[in-house]
């Protein structure tokens, strides 16, 4: 069974950091292209970041870049989302997401709020 469990959301005031974890199981981690996917009330769903299975390529939607980081290790089976500089309009609920075999994890949810 698939299974991708994120951690790591919470309250951040406008202009902090949060750092997102992803756990999977059920599949080999380390050829599989993984993809942080965000639900905000503004703009829906939102592919936010993708990372290539070996680390080396890596995507970023406009509205985050320069400002968040997809990163994983393989070996520890974990992939990451530093995002920094957080705006209210990140609010939202943030997925770890294997796109290729629609596989989403449960969600953790981000507020950027003062």
């Known amino acids: 069974e698939v299974q991708l469990v994120e951690s790591g959301g919470g309250l951040v005031q406008p202009g902090g950091s949060l750092r997102l974890s992803c756990v999977p199981a059920?599949?080999?981690?380390?050829?599989?292209?993984m993809t942080w996917v965000r639900q905000t009330p503004g703009k829906g769903l939102e592919c936010v970041s993708t990372?290539?299975?070996?680390?080396?390529?890596?995507t970023y939607a406009d509205s985050v870049k320069g400002r968040f980081t997809i990163s994983r290790d393989n070996a520890r089976k974990m992939l990451y989302l530093q995002m920094n500089s957080l705006k209210p309009e990140g609010t939202g609920v943030y997925y770890c997401?294997?796109?290729?075999?629609?596989?989403w994890g449960q969600g953790t949810q981000v507020t950027v709020s003062s």
């Open positions: 059920g599949f080999t981690f380390s050829v599989a292209t």
């Open positions: 997401a294997r796109l290729k075999y629609a596989d």
């Open positions: 990372i290539s299975s070996g680390g080396s390529s890596t």
